[in-house]
């Protein structure tokens, strides 16, 4: 009986005690800074760059008599290294570029076979009494129908050039390069497609995905020669039906050049699009539903079931990179306060880095006031993250 009072009297004390000192809660997490990214470079004309472990490779297609392709290399520091000009006499453009692990630079496009010269002879001479000069008359350009590859070595050499004649007219909107090949995605009025060749430059046979209702945004090869390809579609793929308006999509390709899987990221009466991916399946896109639209940022294993997501009010337009020490960078353009950061005030427009660790932990952010529309980025060790704009280059995060 003693001890049941005891018990009992122990058990109010503790009562009380936990009621005026309760149990001090867990500390917030510390947000984190916004830093400054700095301007490296004005970028006016550059249509498309890439980053290697030693330079920033800038790419714009400039129009003379013919179509022409003209790229630079320079350094971290800024410093031109090399140029070069890629002239066969005849069109081509470039709209998709890579860096592959040795340094050297690809890029895929469009260009037109050489017109061939009429050899044939007149019989007779044409009447021209008045002595006037006749101009020769330029041949119409041919129709850009091969698809086309160009692999430039680390000097600035054209190494191989790889081309495929197209029945129809394509465009090239992505480029993956693996130790196994290369891989293109491209477009059509017909729907997108894959197309892949091997290191010889001996090209498999065309994938179709869908139709036009499918848009592929991005591609990556594997060492094992399988793809993944991301983007969204409103249509049956593999046999998975549409869930919302419109789904993301994640389809594997096997090495055979069929589709092994297709997963579907939806919502009901949502629109959600996978619109820039890394190598590690870092992926980032757009989710839109009514007047509400958001960046969804999500770290894939790879069978796509994420390890993490997390998602911010913005536009919508969201770039992915991989960073140092496995983290990744997220590229937004935020329409509220982004959570986890320090207050920060933001112009219209403004684009934001995000930088996360490999668990998903907001670790750093990064902006600048003229830091908007970014269209393409770029990641080095050794020089950090390059992030391509309308008006320049800029570039955040401590070089090594």
């Known amino acids: 009986m003693i001890a049941h009072k005891n018990l009992r009297k122990l058990f109010v004390l503790?009562?009380?005690?936990?009621?005026?000192?309760?149990?001090?809660?867990?500390?917030?997490?510390?947000?984190?800074?916004?830093?400054?990214?700095?301007?490296?470079?004005?970028s006016a004309e550059v249509e498309l760059f890439a980053v290697t472990a030693e330079s920033v490779i800038t790419l714009k297609n400039v129009l003379t008599n013919t179509s022409n392709i003209e790229i630079?290399?320079?350094?971290?520091?800024?410093?031109?290294?090399?140029?070069?000009?890629?002239?066969?006499?005849?069109?081509?453009?470039?709209?998709?570029?890579?860096?592959?692990?040795?340094?050297?630079?690809?890029?895929?496009?469009?260009?037109?076979?050489?017109?061939?010269?009429?050899?044939?002879?007149?019989?007779?001479?044409a009447l021209n009494p008045d002595n006037v000069a006749i101009e020769n008359v330029t041949p119409l350009r041919q129709d850009m129908r091969q698809l086309t590859l160009w692999k430039i070595s680390k000097v600035?050499?054209?190494?191989?050039?790889?081309?495929?004649?197209?029945?129809?007219?394509?465009?090239?909107?992505a480029i993956s390069i693996s130790p196994t090949g290369v891989s293109v995605i491209g477009s059509r009025e017909s729907g997108p497609f894959l197309?892949?060749?091997?290191?010889?430059?001996?090209?498999?046979?065309?994938?179709?995905?869908?139709?036009?209702?499918t848009k592929l945004n991005s591609v990556v090869r594997l060492g094992d020669g399988t793809v993944n390809l991301f983007g969204s579609s409103t249509e049956t793929l593999s046999g998975k039906k549409l869930v919302g308006r419109e789904d993301g999509v994640l389809i594997?390709?096997?090495?055979?050049?069929?589709?092994?899987?297709?997963v579907r990221s939806s919502a009901p009466r949502a629109q959600r699009s996978w619109t820039s991916a890394t190598s590690t399946l870092f992926l980032t896109g757009s989710v839109k539903s009514?007047?509400?639209?958001?960046?969804?940022?999500?770290?894939?294993?790879?069978?796509?079931?994420?390890?993490?997501?997390?998602?911010?009010?913005?536009?919508?337009?969201?770039l992915a990179s991989n960073g140092p020490n496995n983290s990744f960078y997220a590229v937004?353009?935020?329409?509220?306060?982004?959570?986890?950061?320090?207050?920060?005030?933001?112009?219209?427009?403004?684009?934001?880095?995000?930088?996360?660790?490999?668990?998903?932990?907001?670790?750093?952010?990064?902006?600048?006031?003229?830091?908007?529309?970014?269209?393409?980025?770029?990641?080095?060790?050794?020089?950090?993250?390059?992030?391509?704009?309308?008006?320049?280059?800029?570039?955040?995060?401590?070089?090594?």
């Open 252 to 262: 594997k390709v096997s090495k055979t050049g069929a589709i092994s899987s297709v």
């Open 72 to 125: 630079q290399a320079r350094d971290f520091a800024g410093t031109s290294l090399w140029s070069k000009t890629i002239d066969s006499g005849s069109d081509e453009v470039a709209t998709a570029i890579a860096a592959d692990s040795q340094g050297n630079i690809w890029f895929a496009g469009n260009s037109a076979a050489a017109a061939s010269a009429d050899t044939a002879t007149a019989t007779g001479s």
């Open 14 to 42: 503790t009562l009380i005690s936990a009621l005026v000192f309760p149990t001090t809660a867990s500390a917030a997490p510390k947000l984190v800074t916004v830093k400054s990214a700095v301007k490296w470079a004005e």
């Open 156 to 173: 600035g050499e054209v190494i191989e050039t790889f081309s495929s004649v197209q029945s129809e007219i394509s465009i090239v909107d």
């Open 195 to 213: 197309i892949s060749t091997n290191i010889k430059g001996e090209f498999g046979k065309e994938l179709k995905i869908g139709t036009a209702k």
């Open 332 to 400: 937004l353009e935020p329409t509220a306060a982004v959570k986890g950061l320090t207050p920060t005030k933001l112009i219209k427009g403004q684009s934001i880095v995000l930088q996360f660790d490999s668990k998903g932990s907001l670790i750093n952010a990064f902006t600048a006031a003229e830091l908007s529309q970014v269209k393409s980025t770029g990641f080095s060790a050794g020089g950090g993250l390059f992030l391509l704009t309308e008006t320049g280059i800029f570039r955040v995060g401590a070089a090594k």
């Open 290 to 318: 009514g007047t509400t639209s958001e960046s969804a940022i999500t770290k894939f294993t790879s069978s796509f079931a994420p390890t993490w997501t997390t998602r911010f009010a913005s536009t919508g337009s969201t």
